[in-house]
């Protein structure tokens, strides 16, 4: 399920209920700033939910298990030039694993890791330009756009690039979950 950008009652209950956490993060200092809030919130919403499953009373339903681990993060909308991200993007994306290891995970490592090589990173998701707001218009995914919703020329070739990425994503997930796809 995808979620509001906060901590809120219906966020907690909908987490609770989750047994899987991504966190989305933009390439941008609040972001980071939030990871700090993210680990600790998960942390306190496990521990209590823990502590009344313990004390819950004779029911007929299963209660969810309050599981919330996190599986890793996906940055989202930075710019790229020459297909690299540009360098204002660039000095926020390098210190997105050290925090995201501190802050979630409270597993504090040895020095600084690269992007490229943290397996906690999930997919790093440029953006896509017009493509978010054509896919709205025509109501379908972006990578199902095809030449009579505008997608022509950079844009399907655009799409087609959509899809591979979050192929690549969706195969992440399942492998962290042990799902099968």
């Given at each position: 399920?995808?979620?509001?950008?906060?901590?809120?009652?219906?966020?907690?209950?909908?987490?609770?209920?989750?047994?899987?956490?991504?966190?989305?993060?933009?390439?941008?200092?609040?972001?980071?700033?939030?990871?700090?809030?993210?680990?600790?919130?998960?942390?306190?919403?496990?521990?209590?939910?823990?502590?009344?499953?313990?004390?819950?009373?004779?029911?007929?339903?299963?209660?969810?298990?309050?599981?919330?681990?996190?599986?890793?993060?996906?940055?989202?909308?930075?710019?790229?030039?020459?297909?690299?991200?540009?360098?204002?993007?660039?000095?926020?994306?390098?210190?997105?694993?050290?925090?995201?290891?501190?802050?979630?995970?409270?597993?504090?490592?040895?020095?600084?890791?690269?992007?490229?090589?943290?397996?906690?990173?999930?997919?790093?998701?440029?953006?896509?330009?017009?493509?978010?707001?054509?896919?709205?218009?025509?109501?379908?995914p972006m990578?199902?756009?095809?030449?009579?919703?505008?997608?022509?020329?950079?844009?399907?070739?655009?799409?087609?690039?959509?899809?591979?990425d979050f192929?690549?994503?969706?195969?992440?997930?399942?492998?962290?979950?042990?799902?099968?796809?």
């Amino acid at each position: 399920m995808d979620l509001g950008p906060n901590l809120g009652s219906i966020n907690r209950a909908a987490l609770i209920a989750a047994d899987y956490v991504i966190v989305p993060l933009m390439t941008d200092l609040l972001s980071l700033q939030s990871l700090r809030s993210v680990g600790s919130t998960l942390r306190r919403w496990r521990k209590d939910w823990q502590e009344r499953l313990a004390t819950k009373p004779a029911l007929d339903f299963p209660l969810p298990q309050g599981r919330m681990q996190p599986i890793g993060y996906v940055c989202l909308h930075h710019l790229l030039k020459l297909n690299r991200p540009v360098k204002a993007f660039d000095r926020w994306i390098a210190r997105i694993p050290k925090v995201y290891r501190d802050e979630v995970l409270k597993e504090p490592g040895d020095g600084e890791i690269s992007m490229a090589d943290d397996p906690h990173c999930l997919a790093l998701l440029k953006n896509y330009q017009s493509l978010m707001p054509m896919a709205q218009e025509a109501r379908k995914p972006m990578f199902f756009l095809k030449p009579a919703d505008g997608a022509i020329g950079a844009h399907s070739s655009a799409a087609k690039g959509v899809y591979k990425d979050f192929k690549a994503l969706a195969r992440k997930i399942a492998d962290k979950t042990k799902l099968r796809i």
